[in-house]
């Protein structure tokens, strides 16, 4: 059964960082386009944080993170990586590990997706 396994979740201060990573199991997801989403408390929606695509590993990135969250792969580990700068109260969510093989036009469509992981919390305090 192929899973995703994210970690490297937990509690940091504001302006502080965390590395997120994302570890596919039963599958080599090297030809995937893989993202990342996050699910803020309250809310019912999973919004798109960033993508890192299978052929070129181009990066797409939400607005809210550009500049301060940085997509990568290490293909050799088959893991992917989400490294977040400069974290703010609102970056607070549990954030999932997904991947597709849909165009670089779809990356931001949560519902492109076909593997997800079990999502890991963050927690940004003030």
């Known amino acids: 059964q192929v899973q995703l396994v994210e970690s490297g979740g937990g509690l940091v201060q504001a302006g502080g960082s965390l590395r997120l990573s994302c570890a596919p199991s039963g599958r080599t997801f090297s030809s995937y386009t893989m993202g990342w989403f996050r699910q803020a408390p309250g809310t019912k929606e999973r919004e798109f944080v960033a993508?890192?695509?299978?052929?070129?590993?181009?990066?797409h990135y939400a607005d809210s993170v550009k500049g301060r969250f940085t997509i990568s792969r290490d293909s050799a580990k088959n893991t992917v990586y989400l490294q977040m700068n400069s974290l703010k109260p609102e970056d607070t969510a549990v954030y999932y590990c997904?991947?597709?093989?849909?165009?670089?036009?779809?990356?931001?469509?949560?519902?492109?997706?076909?593997?997800w992981g079990q999502g890991t919390q963050v927690t940004v305090s003030s």
């Open positions: 997904a991947a597709t093989q849909v165009p670089a036009s779809a990356v931001r469509n949560r519902y492109r997706y076909n593997y």
């Open positions: 993508a890192i695509t299978s052929n070129d590993d181009n990066t």
